[in-house]
């Protein structure tokens, strides 16, 4: 049973514009983490969230954590070719980590 | 220093031989993880372990497969006999700390049953 739904599910997109994807749960978390996997490579981690409500800024990227902590959304300003990968949300279960159904990006130049 | 290092990178075999998929994580990490990833069911937790013990299974699919950890700086996944359906890439990963902390992938190792 898939706990995180990711949305959208596949995205391509021009060099420049913005973007929003998005990470839902009927449960609540205690914390929320997004990764990155480029082809080829392991999933590698760009933040983690464990407030609700709290937002977190890495360069172009914008991740928001929901206040009743059941969801987090990821925005892109600008999107750059570099951008381009799988980006999966990962709530923690115990000590598990379990993984979003991802959602696959593609900058075009 | 070095990351979680996996070995094969990549395997084709036949259904029905056996498979063994080896890890060695970052040193000094305490839980170790086993994932599957495939197009249909994304990334599935198969099996984790802390300080070498194993703590969950319930990802494992069925009997075929098992995963031991005989030391803190290395674990196998072995499937046995392999079947079509196990083709996909198998990832593993380390923590040094429990929950909330980061998790360390390694490359993968990309299986391949004909």
């Known amino acids: 049973t898939q706990l995180l739904e990711q949305s959208p599910q596949f995205l391509s997109i021009q060099e420049g514009e913005n973007l929003t994807v998005y990470c839902n749960s009927s449960?609540?978390?205690?914390?929320l983490q997004w990764y990155r996997q480029e082809p080829g490579e392991g999933p590698v981690l760009l933040v983690t969230v464990v407030t609700g409500g709290e937002v977190k800024k890495l360069k172009r990227l914008t991740f928001q954590f929901g206040d009743a902590r059941k969801d987090s959304s990821l925005h892109i300003t600008a999107a750059q070719p570099g951008d381009t990968g799988l980006y999966l949300c990962?709530?923690?279960?115990?000590?598990?980590?379990?993984f979003g159904t991802g959602t696959r990006l593609q900058v075009f130049p | 220093d070095a990351g979680v290092i996996q070995s094969p990178r990549h395997e084709v075999t036949e259904m029905g031989q056996e498979v063994t998929l080896r890890c060695k994580p970052i040193s000094g990490h305490d839980y170790l993880f086993w994932y599957r990833q495939t197009m249909m069911r994304g990334l599935e937790l198969l099996i984790y372990f802390n300080n070498n013990v194993p703590i969950d299974d319930s990802g494992m699919p069925e009997d075929r497969f098992s995963a031991k950890m005989p030391n803190a700086s290395f674990s196998t996944l072995k499937i046995q006999p392999s079947e079509p359906r196990d083709s996909a890439v198998y990832f593993c990963?380390?923590?040094?700390?429990?929950?909330?902390?980061?998790?360390?992938f390694g490359e993968g190792s990309r299986l391949t049953v004909l």
């Open positions: 990963a380390s923590r040094s700390r429990g929950r909330g902390g980061e998790l360390f």
């Open positions: 990962a709530m923690a279960n115990t000590d598990k980590l379990i």
């Open positions: 449960s609540v978390f205690s914390s």
